[in-house]
């Protein structure tokens, strides 16, 4: 597909359809985002879903990209840190980086809300609400939507499905004849509701403000971010069927005796905990994996509709903004490369899927790995000590290691796929550190590092850029 390109649909606006609309329109395409809800600037669409979310480098990149980070930062709150609340309600705190690094929580509806103002603002996009697609041809790139108006036919040029973990783009591309769609939709065992910390009286904060709350339980956890109004999101994630699981509890008595024996130190700031547990319905939790993204050189997937993951790593939107950045600047390397002479788009399409599709993949595997860390090892000692030991030989050999945490989140040029493969290796060889004698007393001796420096030099840590 050449220079006649021209015209471009993106079914989505939530925040990675709203952001992808911004940046094609800014890159002087003709755009139509399609949304089956309602305009969420004018109804409450996210009902029931997570208020805040955590923002991270990757995303800060990609809003820097149309220049909209410091509006969103200005209505945000960095956490700089984990504090672990133990059964007995004694605190632990772990930094997320170095001083002054942090994950930052922020208004789902409020940065979908900015994004979507942003794409209306652009002359050449235009937004279509309550169109609710029910069929694509491929071939033509022609959809078809159900209105309250009637049936409405839509043809461009190149289709974009940005439209979420349940993806209708994605589904119908799946029923193309003669196309091999591989394709998975895995549950995990855990499902999660939502609960509230309100603020307190004099509308502050009842706990650290800049911070993010986890209460370990190891099969299951609750977790707590903070809003600008003094509130607290709280989610508790816990298996769906067992012993300690959401069908298990079902009697008000035994949700309070959850309460008390879990989560006590919690209890008495949660708003109504056994009322809104009881009449909430616990929402499953899903991992999407799909190959192709891309057919027909003429539709593609991204985010959620490409790769859907838990929450546990906090790189859901994240990873979704950077696939808009990503290929925001293929395009613009293509105009550059090609002085504008023409636009092959089955060139950029194939190297965007080429880039993000094992960024995808690798993303999606370590969020699952972190609901391990988080509900279990992150109450650990040793767990913390292994932190520790980690953090203070990336003091002395900055270059030479960066813990797996911070190459997620506050490295935003170092992909994915290559975060999994080094942290990996570190694994092991911090798996042979923590298994020195005496570790516990001796963690801070300089042999310790001069043995893990050892272990690492001998070994491939260098980022690969793909």
């Known amino acids: 597909m050449t220079q006649s390109t021209k015209t471009i649909t993106i079914a989505g606006a939530g925040p990675v359809g709203a952001l992808l609309t911004v940046m094609l329109a800014r890159q002087g395409y003709k755009v139509d985002l399609f949304e089956s809800r309602d305009d969420s600037r004018r109804s409450d669409i996210y009902q029931g879903k997570s208020i805040n979310i955590a923002l991270s480098d990757r995303g800060w990149l990609a809003?820097?990209?149309?220049?909209?980070?410091?509006?969103?930062?200005?209505?945000?709150?960095?956490?700089?840190?984990?504090?672990?609340?133990?059964?007995?309600?004694?605190?632990?705190?772990?930094?997320?980086?170095?001083?002054?690094?942090?994950?930052?929580?922020?208004?789902?509806?409020?940065i979908n809300e900015q994004l979507v103002s942003l794409a209306e603002q652009e002359p050449s996009a235009s937004l279509h609400f309550n169109h609710h697609l029910t069929d694509v041809d491929f071939d033509s790139t022609t959809l078809t939507f159900n209105t309250e108006a009637g049936q409405v036919i839509h043809s461009s040029d190149l289709l974009f499905g940005a439209d979420?973990?349940?993806?209708?783009?994605?589904?119908?591309?799946?029923?193309?004849?003669?196309?091999?769609?591989?394709?998975?939709?895995?549950?995990?065992?855990?499902?999660?509701?939502?609960?509230?910390?309100?603020?307190?009286?004099?509308?502050?904060?009842?706990l650290e403000k800049e911070a993010l709350h986890i209460w370990p339980r190891k099969d299951f956890m609750l977790i707590a971010l903070p809003n600008p109004d003094g509130s607290f999101t709280c989610t508790l994630f816990m298996n769906q069927e067992g012993e300690i699981s959401f069908d298990a509890l079902q009697k008000r008595d035994d949700v309070a005796d959850f309460f008390q024996t879990y989560f006590s130190d919690a209890l008495a700031l949660i708003d109504n905990p056994v009322d809104?547990?009881?009449k909430r319905k616990a929402s499953p939790l899903s991992l999407v994996h799909?190959?192709?993204?891309?057919?027909?050189?003429?539709?593609?997937?991204?985010?959620?509709?490409?790769?859907?993951?838990?929450?546990?790593?906090?790189?859901?939107?994240?990873?979704?903004?950077?696939?808009?950045?990503?290929?925001?600047?293929?395009?613009?390397?293509?105009?550059?490369?090609?002085?504008?002479s023409h636009q092959d788009w089955s060139e950029i399409l194939s190297q965007y899927q080429l880039q993000?599709?094992?960024?995808?993949?690798?993303?999606?595997?370590?969020?699952?790995?972190?609901?391990?860390?988080?509900?279990?090892?992150?109450?650990?000692?040793?767990?913390?000590?292994?932190?520790?030991?980690?953090?203070?030989?990336?003091?002395?050999?900055?270059?030479?290691?960066?813990?797996?945490?911070?190459?997620?989140?506050?490295?935003?040029?170092?992909?994915?796929?290559?975060?999994?493969?080094?942290?990996?290796?570190?694994?092991d060889i911090m798996r042979e550190i923590m298994a020195l004698p005496n570790i516990a007393e001796r963690w801070q001796d300089e042999d310790i590092y001069q043995h893990l420096h050892e272990l690492t030099i001998n070994q491939d840590l260098g980022v690969k850029n793909t």
């Open 164 to 206: 979420g973990a349940f993806s209708k783009v994605r589904r119908k591309m799946q029923e193309i004849p003669r196309k091999r769609i591989s394709y998975s939709l895995e549950y995990m065992p855990q499902s999660y509701i939502e609960l509230n910390i309100p603020a307190g009286a004099d509308h502050s904060h009842q």
């Open 290 to 340: 799909i190959y192709p993204w891309v057919v027909n050189n003429n539709v593609a997937l991204i985010g959620d509709a490409a790769h859907a993951m838990v929450p546990f790593y906090g790189q859901g939107m994240n990873s979704g903004f950077e696939d808009c950045r990503v290929l925001n600047e293929l395009i613009s390397l293509h105009k550059e490369n090609h002085k504008q």
């Open 276 to 278: 809104e547990f009881i």
């Open 356 to 427: 993000r599709k094992p960024n995808g993949d690798a993303i999606i595997e370590l969020a699952k790995r972190n609901f391990i860390e988080m509900s279990d090892l992150s109450g650990n000692a040793d767990f913390q000590l292994c932190k520790k030991i980690e953090a203070n030989f990336h003091q002395r050999y900055p270059k030479l290691w960066l813990p797996l945490y911070s190459m997620v989140t506050f490295s935003p040029h170092t992909p994915y796929s290559e975060a999994l493969r080094i942290g990996d290796i570190q694994k």
């Open 63 to 110: 809003l820097e990209a149309v220049g909209i980070a410091e509006e969103v930062k200005r209505e945000a709150i960095p956490m700089y840190h984990r504090v672990m609340h133990d059964l007995e309600g004694n605190l632990t705190r772990q930094a997320y980086g170095k001083e002054n690094q942090a994950i930052w929580s922020v208004s789902r509806s409020k």
